[in-house]
């Protein structure tokens, strides 16, 4: 069974920075894509980034490039996500997720989620 394990968020004012991680268990994929997603309250879950260990591609959305960066520690199978720069409306709870289906990369239905880290950026 896989498990996926978020760790990192709290709270932060403007321009602060946070670094999330995300500890994969259970899997066995040689390859895959991983993915930081993120929700604020009364909004719709937004793909923040993702990695495709196939083609080593990273993909930002619009809102986080050039501010977050998205890496993987394959030794320690843990995704991070390194956040400079916060603004308030990076405020919601960030989710790790995994898929062994390459196509579902670029989008939102992911097979497996963690349970989520809450990101609060106070101005």
């Not at 320690?76 to 997720?97: F, H, I, S, V, W």
């Amino acid at each position: 069974q896989v498990q996926l394990v978020e760790a990192g968020g709290g709270s932060v004012q403007a321009g602060g920075s946070l670094r999330l991680s995300c500890a994969a268990f259970g899997y066995s994929f040689s390859l895959y894509c991983m993915a930081w997603f993120r929700q604020a309250p009364g909004k719709e879950r937004e793909g923040v980034a993702h990695i495709n260990t196939n083609s080593n591609n990273t993909y930002y959305a619009d809102s986080v490039k050039g501010r977050f960066t998205i890496s993987q520690d394959n030794t320690k199978n843990t995704l991070y996500l390194q956040m400079n720069g916060l603004k308030p409306e990076d405020t919601g709870m960030y989710y790790c997720a995994l898929d062994w289906r390459l196509w579902a990369c670029a989008g939102n239905e992911y097979l497996y989620w963690g349970q989520g880290t809450q990101v609060t950026v106070s101005s």
